[in-house]
Protein backbone atom coordinates (compact mmCIF):
# COMPACT_ATOMS: atom_id res chain seq x y z
CA UNK A 1 0.00 0.00 0.00
CA UNK A 2 1.13 3.35 -1.03
CA UNK A 3 2.07 6.24 1.71
CA UNK A 4 2.56 9.80 1.45
CA UNK A 5 2.71 11.89 4.51
CA UNK A 6 4.43 15.36 5.58
CA UNK A 7 5.43 15.66 8.71
CA UNK A 8 5.01 13.45 11.78
CA UNK A 9 1.46 14.35 12.96
CA UNK A 10 0.88 13.41 9.05
CA UNK A 11 2.27 9.83 9.30
CA UNK A 12 0.73 9.30 12.99
CA UNK A 13 -2.27 10.33 11.66
CA UNK A 14 -2.05 7.56 8.52
CA UNK A 15 -0.47 4.91 10.58
CA UNK A 16 -3.96 5.40 12.86
CA UNK A 17 -6.34 5.40 9.61
CA UNK A 18 -4.14 2.26 8.27
CA UNK A 19 -4.74 0.45 11.98
CA UNK A 20 -8.43 1.00 11.93
CA UNK A 21 -8.85 0.29 8.02
CA UNK A 22 -7.20 -3.24 9.25
CA UNK A 23 -9.67 -3.61 12.24
CA UNK A 24 -12.61 -2.95 10.77
CA UNK A 25 -14.31 -6.61 9.23
CA UNK A 26 -16.26 -5.33 6.53
CA UNK A 27 -13.07 -4.15 4.80
CA UNK A 28 -11.50 -7.39 3.41
CA UNK A 29 -9.67 -5.87 0.33
CA UNK A 30 -5.82 -5.17 0.25
CA UNK A 31 -5.87 -2.37 -2.46
CA UNK A 32 -6.80 0.20 0.02
CA UNK A 33 -4.19 3.09 0.29
CA UNK A 34 -4.15 5.59 2.46
CA UNK A 35 -2.71 9.32 1.98
CA UNK A 36 -3.07 12.22 5.30
CA UNK A 37 -1.66 15.83 5.01
CA UNK A 38 -2.78 18.63 7.67
CA UNK A 39 -5.81 16.81 8.84
CA UNK A 40 -7.24 15.94 5.42
CA UNK A 41 -6.98 11.95 4.19
CA UNK A 42 -7.13 10.74 1.07
CA UNK A 43 -8.43 7.10 0.44
CA UNK A 44 -7.47 5.32 -2.66
CA UNK A 45 -7.53 1.88 -4.28
CA UNK A 46 -9.62 -0.79 -5.53
CA UNK A 47 -12.89 -2.89 -3.55
CA UNK A 48 -15.35 -5.46 -4.55
CA UNK A 49 -18.63 -3.94 -3.05
CA UNK A 50 -20.27 -0.60 -2.22
CA UNK A 51 -20.63 -1.35 0.86
CA UNK A 52 -16.88 -1.74 1.30
CA UNK A 53 -16.45 1.47 0.39
CA UNK A 54 -18.70 2.74 2.65
CA UNK A 55 -17.29 1.02 5.31
CA UNK A 56 -13.74 2.81 4.57
CA UNK A 57 -15.00 5.72 4.85
CA UNK A 58 -16.95 5.62 8.12
CA UNK A 59 -13.98 3.31 9.60
CA UNK A 60 -11.65 7.05 8.65
CA UNK A 61 -14.16 9.35 9.43
CA UNK A 62 -14.36 7.74 13.41
CA UNK A 63 -10.29 8.17 13.83
CA UNK A 64 -9.24 11.49 16.05
CA UNK A 65 -7.43 13.69 13.71
CA UNK A 66 -9.35 13.49 11.01
CA UNK A 67 -11.19 16.79 10.01
CA UNK A 68 -11.53 15.80 6.04
CA UNK A 69 -11.86 12.99 4.01
CA UNK A 70 -12.02 12.05 0.18
CA UNK A 71 -12.94 9.06 -0.69
CA UNK A 72 -11.43 7.88 -3.78
CA UNK A 73 -11.96 4.40 -3.93
CA UNK A 74 -13.47 2.67 -6.77
CA UNK A 75 -15.71 -0.25 -6.98
CA UNK A 76 -14.66 -3.36 -9.34
CA UNK A 77 -17.38 -5.88 -8.47
CA UNK A 78 -17.49 -9.03 -10.28
CA UNK A 79 -19.61 -8.63 -13.13
CA UNK A 80 -23.45 -8.36 -13.39
CA UNK A 81 -25.73 -6.52 -15.93
CA UNK A 82 -27.59 -3.83 -14.86
CA UNK A 83 -30.97 -5.78 -14.93
CA UNK A 84 -29.44 -7.86 -12.21
CA UNK A 85 -28.72 -5.99 -10.18
CA UNK A 86 -31.92 -3.67 -10.48
CA UNK A 87 -34.01 -6.64 -9.69
CA UNK A 88 -32.10 -7.40 -6.72
CA UNK A 89 -32.27 -3.68 -5.37
CA UNK A 90 -36.05 -3.23 -6.10
CA UNK A 91 -36.61 -6.92 -3.96
CA UNK A 92 -34.47 -5.33 -1.17
CA UNK A 93 -36.46 -2.41 -0.80
CA UNK A 94 -40.10 -5.16 -0.55
CA UNK A 95 -38.30 -6.78 1.93
CA UNK A 96 -37.39 -3.95 4.47
CA UNK A 97 -40.67 -2.78 6.21
CA UNK A 98 -39.52 0.30 6.93
CA UNK A 99 -39.04 1.19 3.14
CA UNK A 100 -42.27 2.31 1.27
CA UNK A 101 -41.13 0.80 -1.48
CA UNK A 102 -44.26 1.81 -3.88
CA UNK A 103 -43.00 5.49 -3.78
CA UNK A 104 -39.65 4.67 -4.68
CA UNK A 105 -38.43 4.11 -8.00
CA UNK A 106 -35.22 2.55 -9.28
CA UNK A 107 -32.95 3.27 -12.09
CA UNK A 108 -29.82 2.22 -13.10
CA UNK A 109 -26.96 2.52 -15.46
CA UNK A 110 -23.30 0.79 -15.37
CA UNK A 111 -24.15 -0.35 -12.08
CA UNK A 112 -24.62 3.16 -10.69
CA UNK A 113 -28.24 3.20 -8.74
CA UNK A 114 -30.46 5.95 -8.55
CA UNK A 115 -33.15 6.21 -6.25
CA UNK A 116 -36.26 8.99 -6.96
CA UNK A 117 -39.62 9.01 -5.43
CA UNK A 118 -40.93 11.38 -2.33
CA UNK A 119 -41.07 10.04 1.50
CA UNK A 120 -42.31 11.39 4.87
CA UNK A 121 -39.27 10.90 6.76
CA UNK A 122 -35.18 10.77 6.43
CA UNK A 123 -34.46 7.51 7.99
CA UNK A 124 -36.40 5.84 5.18
CA UNK A 125 -34.52 7.16 2.39
CA UNK A 126 -31.63 6.44 4.76
CA UNK A 127 -32.79 2.68 4.93
CA UNK A 128 -33.57 2.49 1.09
CA UNK A 129 -29.98 3.81 0.41
CA UNK A 130 -28.66 1.43 2.78
CA UNK A 131 -30.86 -2.01 1.37
CA UNK A 132 -29.26 -0.95 -2.42
CA UNK A 133 -26.10 -0.25 -0.65
CA UNK A 134 -25.61 -4.05 -0.36
CA UNK A 135 -26.73 -5.76 -3.58
CA UNK A 136 -23.77 -7.50 -5.46
CA UNK A 137 -22.62 -5.53 -8.31
CA UNK A 138 -23.55 -1.90 -7.32
CA UNK A 139 -21.05 0.67 -7.96
CA UNK A 140 -22.72 3.81 -6.75
CA UNK A 141 -25.85 5.33 -5.54
CA UNK A 142 -27.73 8.64 -6.66
CA UNK A 143 -29.88 9.26 -3.92
CA UNK A 144 -32.55 11.62 -5.06
CA UNK A 145 -35.18 10.88 -2.63
CA UNK A 146 -37.08 13.51 -1.62
CA UNK A 147 -38.95 14.43 1.95
CA UNK A 148 -42.28 16.32 2.59
CA UNK A 149 -42.26 19.33 4.23
CA UNK A 150 -45.16 18.85 7.72
CA UNK A 151 -44.19 21.58 10.29
CA UNK A 152 -43.38 25.15 10.06
CA UNK A 153 -39.64 26.28 10.22
CA UNK A 154 -39.47 27.83 13.41
CA UNK A 155 -41.06 24.53 15.05
CA UNK A 156 -38.22 22.59 13.23
CA UNK A 157 -35.34 24.90 14.62
CA UNK A 158 -36.56 24.97 17.83
CA UNK A 159 -37.20 20.75 17.82
CA UNK A 160 -33.14 20.63 16.40
CA UNK A 161 -31.66 23.14 19.69
CA UNK A 162 -33.61 21.09 21.99
CA UNK A 163 -31.85 18.00 20.54
CA UNK A 164 -28.63 19.19 20.31
CA UNK A 165 -29.03 20.23 24.58
CA UNK A 166 -29.85 16.80 25.27
CA UNK A 167 -27.40 15.16 23.40
CA UNK A 168 -24.57 14.00 25.70
CA UNK A 169 -22.13 13.91 23.09
CA UNK A 170 -22.39 17.18 21.99
CA UNK A 171 -21.94 21.13 23.07
CA UNK A 172 -24.73 22.72 22.03
CA UNK A 173 -23.50 25.76 22.33
CA UNK A 174 -20.96 25.58 19.76
CA UNK A 175 -23.63 24.69 17.11
CA UNK A 176 -25.52 27.12 15.18
CA UNK A 177 -28.54 26.12 13.66
CA UNK A 178 -30.28 28.27 11.11
CA UNK A 179 -34.21 27.36 8.87
CA UNK A 180 -35.70 28.00 6.03
CA UNK A 181 -38.56 26.59 4.10
CA UNK A 182 -37.22 23.23 5.16
CA UNK A 183 -33.49 23.20 5.40
CA UNK A 184 -31.61 23.40 7.87
CA UNK A 185 -28.14 24.70 8.09
CA UNK A 186 -25.65 24.02 10.85
CA UNK A 187 -22.57 25.75 11.61
CA UNK A 188 -20.11 25.98 13.99
CA UNK A 189 -17.32 23.43 14.88
CA UNK A 190 -16.93 19.69 16.71
CA UNK A 191 -14.17 17.48 18.00
CA UNK A 192 -14.60 15.03 15.67
CA UNK A 193 -16.68 13.70 13.00
CA UNK A 194 -18.66 11.43 14.98
CA UNK A 195 -20.11 14.66 17.01
CA UNK A 196 -20.60 16.32 13.65
CA UNK A 197 -23.10 13.17 12.73
CA UNK A 198 -24.57 13.18 15.78
CA UNK A 199 -25.54 17.06 15.20
CA UNK A 200 -26.60 15.78 11.59
CA UNK A 201 -28.46 13.31 12.62
CA UNK A 202 -30.30 15.41 15.28
CA UNK A 203 -31.24 17.81 12.62
CA UNK A 204 -32.70 14.94 10.08
CA UNK A 205 -34.89 13.82 13.20
CA UNK A 206 -36.49 16.61 13.32
CA UNK A 207 -40.24 16.52 10.84
CA UNK A 208 -40.38 18.37 8.44
CA UNK A 209 -36.87 18.83 7.40
CA UNK A 210 -35.97 18.14 3.40
CA UNK A 211 -32.49 19.21 3.02
CA UNK A 212 -29.72 19.71 5.67
CA UNK A 213 -26.62 21.79 4.90
CA UNK A 214 -23.78 21.01 7.12
CA UNK A 215 -21.21 23.75 7.29
CA UNK A 216 -19.89 22.24 10.85
CA UNK A 217 -16.28 22.26 11.20
CA UNK A 218 -14.34 19.73 12.73
CA UNK A 219 -11.43 20.73 15.24
CA UNK A 220 -9.72 18.57 16.83
Excluded: C
Excluded at 28 to 44: C, F, N, P, R
Aim: glycine share 4%; proline share 3%; hydrophobic share 40%.
Amino acid sequence: MATKFHTENDKHLHDAVMRQLEWEPEVISQDVSVSAKDGTVTLTGFVHSYSEKFAAEKAAKSVYGVKALANDIEVKPTTRTDPEIARDVVEVLKIDASVPDDRIKVTISNGFITLEGMLDWNFQRERAESAARRVNGVRGIYNKIQLKPRVSTSEVKTKIEDALKRSAELDSRRIAVSASNGTITLAGSVRSWFERAEAERAAWAAPGVTSVVDLISVVP
